[in-house]
């Protein structure tokens, strides 16, 4: 029989909380009453390289190819240092004013609140969920086309390369949403971390595989045309391809690098000791220079393979045709790898909603009330129906925008642009200013403006190439065929 318990959907029963303000103290509790965390720098670490390594490695050939030798690999530095520089920033503001025992800040949102307050709190959250609302999007999309190049891969190995092995994506983003929508049943980010390191294992997976590829192919007789500054203009492309082209590899460079927004919710799975901020720059550290690597190495060979004809995804986009098994292991995994990697971007906004659900209408039982069913060699689950039925809902609304705009590289490149500028630079700086309380004026305080006045001009010029690219994109849009 189903059980009735009220309480909400990602925070503790009202009387533990209160039990513990009395002086009630269970060890199973930390020190805000909630559930014990137990996460540590490790699980950390997967959770950021399960958020860093995801589509975006696909594109960086790609972005290296518009780019060139010179400008290619240093933007990715740069990129890589900048935001090892702010994540460690942003470590220091899970907790407030001290950053080893002051307050705990459960969200972006949160530490933003405690440390800058106004208007930037509601700029931070458009920004910030927006941002969610895009990658699971991107995501989507990114899913289902490697399941379609599956499907490709064993047709053009059947029929020969020239082929047309044409699929539609929508089936297998239903597919995709299908596996969404039960996954998202997870209640909260603490329950992720099996699930993060099963994805990371996924993304080393098909990274390597891609980076063996490269090498070979680089191995063949065959060398592909590369140069300093990438493609060639009247040659690859025409003079304002060239420029739009560049604006939007580095918007992909930027959202190969997004995991700003979800940092303090990651760091809020970890436990007190050592302190938060510690571990936290621990993981970061650990997970952006693995990232980094896999980029580097990635992006340079990927272009080393193809040249300036680097296609936008480099697994999908068939850069590659044999060994046809190893292409379609690779696609597997990078499935695999998204299905985790969308959870750990839609957890902090489902746990948005449902905290202000919760807020607002405490009375309701639709939105407190759980029911207790017993699953074989599970034990006791909890389902919540306004959790099944708004989670549900957005799985489904992910699935159908992303059904509108199939256009992998166009995408990455705009979800990039759009929130490497206010949730990768800009917050972290202000809030680091604000704690600091760094004077105007002073040489730390004008070497952190132009920091942020520089990503942000890069951050424009990637936002116009990605829109410029999204709408070409469109036009030539073709509903059962499979885009780049």
């Not at 909630?34 to 490695?57: F, N, Q």
């Not at 400008?71 to 935001?83: D, R």
């Not at 705990?104 to 910030?128: E, H, I, S």
């Not at 510690?278 to 190495?297: D, E, I, P, Q």
Request: proline content about 4%; hydrophobic content about 45%; some cysteine.
């Amino acid at each position: 029989m189903a059980k009735e318990m009220q309480k909400g959907s990602l925070y503790i029963d009202q009387d533990l909380e209160t039990s513990y303000q009395n002086g009630d103290v269970n060890k199973n509790f930390d020190d805000d009453g909630r559930d014990k965390r137990t996460g540590t720098w490790i699980t950390a670490s997967a959770h950021i390289i399960t958020a860093v390594i995801g589509s975006g490695v696909l594109s960086l050939a790609w972005a290296i190819a518009q780019l060139g030798w010179v400008a290619g690999p240093a933007v990715l530095m740069a990129f890589s240092l900048i935001t090892y520089f702010t994540s460690s920033l942003l470590a220091d503001s899970y907790r407030s004013p001290d950053p080893v025992t002051g307050k705990r800040n459960y969200t972006y949102m949160d530490a933003v609140r405690a440390n800058l307050g106004g208007r930037k709190v509601q700029l931070c959250g458009m920004a910030q969920y927006g941002n969610l609302i895009g990658v699971t999007v991107g995501y989507t999309i990114t899913a289902s086309i490697s399941m379609v190049a599956v499907k490709r891969s064993n047709c053009f190995h059947k029929h020969g390369h020239e082929t047309k092995c044409n699929t539609s994506n929508n089936p297998f983003m239903i597919i995709f949403a299908c596996i969404q929508i039960i996954l998202s049943q997870i209640p909260n980010f603490h329950k992720l971390s099996w699930l993060s390191i099963l994805a990371a294992v996924m993304s080393f997976a098909y990274s390597s595989i891609g980076l063996g590829l490269s090498i070979a192919k680089i191995a063949g007789k065959v060398h592909a045309k590369t140069s300093l500054t990438g493609t060639t203009v009247g040659v690859d492309v025409t003079a304002s391809e060239k420029v739009w082209k560049a604006f939007q590899a580095i918007g992909d460079i930027a959202f190969a690098y997004a995991y700003s927004t979800v940092l303090i919710e990651i760091q809020d799975t970890i436990k007190s000791s050592p302190p938060e901020n510690k571990s936290m720059k621990r993981a970061t550290a650990v997970g952006v220079s693995t990232t980094t690597l896999f980029y580097v190495l990635c992006g340079c060979l990927g272009y080393l393979a193809f040249g300036n004809d680097a296609p936008g995804n480099f697994l999908t986009g068939f850069g590659f045709y044999e060994p046809f098994w190893l292409i379609d292991l690779a696609n597997i995994c990078i499935a695999v790898h998204l299905v985790g990697a969308y959870q750990v971007f839609c957890q902090p906004l489902f746990g948005f909603v449902e905290k202000k659900c919760n807020k607002r209408w405490p009375e309701s039982k639709f939105i407190t009330n759980e029911h207790g069913i017993k699953i074989p060699f599970y034990g006791i689950y909890h389902v919540n129906l306004f959790r099944l039925v708004w989670r549900t809902l957005y799985v489904m609304l992910t699935a159908v925008i992303a059904m509108i705009f199939p256009f992998f590289n166009d995408f990455v490149g705009l979800i990039g642009a759009a929130s490497f500028w206010p949730l990768t630079v800009y917050f972290p700086v202000e809030m680091y200013i604000a704690r600091a309380k760094i004077q105007k004026f002073s040489s730390t305080w004008i070497w952190l403006k132009i920091l942020c006045w520089a990503c942000l001009i890069v951050s424009l010029v990637a936002l116009a190439g990605s829109i410029q690219g999204l709408a070409k994109s469109l036009v030539k849009f073709k509903p059962f065929q499979t885009p780049e």
